[in-house]
């Protein structure tokens, strides 16, 4: 959906997505640590652009791009399937040398539970994605469920994990992410640096 909530902590920032993040985006997703562990995605940036169309037309959808301070895409993360006062927190992907998992999920969740207002988050995780697993538990999210073979990825059936947050839950478990989150922001701002004048890979890759 159109929308202008964005958030920034950690020398990042979570913005709006646009049209022309397409061809990051379907870099993104297909790089190989992330086949296998998100649903699948658009084969090329035709297939990106048309499917933000019809995003940017769909209610109860808030997709972010994750960018440095300098204004370089990370990653990208969504609140989406608003339900109430609830909705599902996902799309969480970080290019592989920034380690930038822990900020992008505080600043996620603030959002979801301090701009949006909302009072708990679910999450579904593929079950070969340990990374994203490991990282929900340490931000207080409870398994609640397991559904056998219910996405394919690859025409290979894989499990989700079902997660639940309550906004009660968030400020204690915060606090426990809030170092290694400080942490990874300070070797983002070094990255961001050294990054100046660079071309990034999606802006010559063939996509």
Do not use: C
């Not at 799309?91 to 930038?100: C, D, G, Y």
């Not at 079950?127 to 409870?142: E, I, P, Y």
């Amino acid at each position: 959906m159109q929308h202008s909530l964005q958030i920034e902590g950690f020398n990042l920032r979570l913005r709006p997505v646009r049209m022309d993040d397409a061809a990051f985006i379907v870099w993104l997703r297909h790089l190989d640590h992330v086949k296998g562990r998100v649903g699948d995605s658009a084969r090329d940036v035709p297939a990106q652009e048309a499917w933000l169309k019809k995003y940017f037309e769909r209610e109860g959808d808030y997709y972010f791009v994750v960018e440095t301070q300098g204004g370089i895409p990370l990653g990208t993360h969504a609140i989406y399937d608003v339900r109430g006062t609830s909705a599902e927190q996902g799309r969480n992907i970080v290019r592989p040398e920034v380690l930038a998992g822990a900020p992008v999920g505080i600043l996620g969740t603030n959002l979801a539970f301090g701009k949006l207002g909302l009072s708990a988050i679910r999450a579904s995780v593929v079950s070969t994605n340990r990374q994203v697993l490991s990282l929900h538990r340490k931000a207080g999210f409870k398994q609640v469920e397991i559904l056998r073979a219910a996405q394919t990825i690859g025409d290979q059936p894989v499990d989700l994990i079902q997660f639940f947050l309550k906004a009660e839950d968030w400020p204690k478990a915060r606090e426990v992410m809030l170092p290694l989150a400080e942490l990874a922001g300070r070797l983002v701002l070094d990255w961001d640096k050294a990054q100046l004048g660079q071309r990034q890979p999606w802006e010559t890759a063939k996509i």
